[in-house]
């Protein structure tokens, strides 16, 4: 049923009056799950899903077409060709920091590929959860899409099934979960995962241009961002150079109290909460570090002088802290980087473009941004994705149809010309040998 290039279309056609329909619910729910401020929620979960979902519909039926290869002598009357098969029922399990675009831009992908999908949203985004189990099956087929709510013991029974395919966002700990569930019944996977994602910051570089594109970066919804600058890596100059542009950002960003500004979030659960205060003792505070548990609140905050040993290094930050470590140079950031597991995105800055595509060549990560923080994300036209510890497989745009399909390689041959098969049959003489 979900094959019909016409279904498909359908489908993704009501995604898009979900979004349409559903846009001021949508910011109601995920200022009340994480006081995500309007524009903020407008651009990830609403623009950027419009985005996906136009790109898909606008090359669905090129993407959807056999792919035809080369052929060798002997197959020159037959057919060689690959044809993008859907997986079959699919498992989505989103997070909860951008709770509507990390379920939609799979499924945007499941359902372009021909796929049913199960949707399992993060039960800690709970407004967002409502809003997608009571209103999403009023736009899709529910013969073939389903939502799932529910936390761990819910999961766990959820993946007990055997799914074709599934497609994880999370973190690392969780996604072994789901791989070690996946194996039982050797369903492939995509795991989207976390970690810490590293910035180096040259001596030559604008500093009142990298204090702002690092500050948006870090305290974009409160910080909630798995490819987030979670730490700044540079000389003990360029800190002291920063400090004043980083206070700058945060003051015209937010004004001079950010708790009284509508464009700055909160954190998403009292647990949440309590670990990222726990990380305020790295380090100096150098500017912010006022919190308020009962809103959740944590100012915008960033760290000097954290030593790698100190607990903000210890994990993925997640929360709008920006820890500063001190290295001597270039050198020491590159080793510093590579001494770690690979992140989803590492950041560097500097006039000099040689600095830039050095931190590029001598590193490894799922994605990479010069000059920049977040924006390589909002390119359908990159593979967006891990490697090793932050994840395995791709998506966005074309790479998420590709990652839903199967690709399977067809032959079709002629049935006439017979002769020229003659020479792989047995009997196996010495002449077919070339003896
Ligand atoms: P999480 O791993 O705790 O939860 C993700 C999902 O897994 C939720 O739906 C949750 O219900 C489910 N889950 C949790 N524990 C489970 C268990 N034991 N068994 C089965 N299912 C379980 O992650 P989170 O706290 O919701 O999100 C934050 C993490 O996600 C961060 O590490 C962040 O970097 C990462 N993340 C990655 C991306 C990406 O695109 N790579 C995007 C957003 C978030």
Redesign the pocket.
Known sequence: KTRPMEYRVAQLEALGRFLDDKKQEILEATELDMGKPSFEAFFSEILLCKNELNVTLNNLCQWMKDEHVDKNLVMQLDSAFIRKDPYGVVLI??????PIH?FLVPLIGAIAAGNCAII?????SKNTERLIAETLSCYLDSDCFAVVTG??PE??RL?ENKFDYIF?????P?GR??MTAAAKHLTPVTL????KNPCYVSDTCDVTNVARRVAWGRFFNAGQT?IAPDYLLCTIEMQEKLMPALREAITEFFGPNPRESPDFGRIVSDKQFQRLRALLGSGRVAIGGQTDEAERYIAPTVLADVLPSDPAMQE?V?GPILPIVVIANMDEAIDFINARPRP?AVYAFSCDSKIVNQVLERTSSGGFCGNDTLMHASLTSLPFG?IGN??LGKYHGKFTFDTFSHHRGCLHRNMGLEALNAPRYPPYTQQKLGL
Do not use: D, M, Q
Request: net charge negative; hydrophobic share 40%; glycine share 16%.
């Open positions: 399990i989103a997070p909860w920091n951008y990390l399992k949203p993060s039960e800690i936390g761990v999961t766990t993946l994880f966002t999370g973190s690392p969780v979960i789901i989207e995962l976390g970690g798995c993925e997640f989803l891990g932050s994840g």
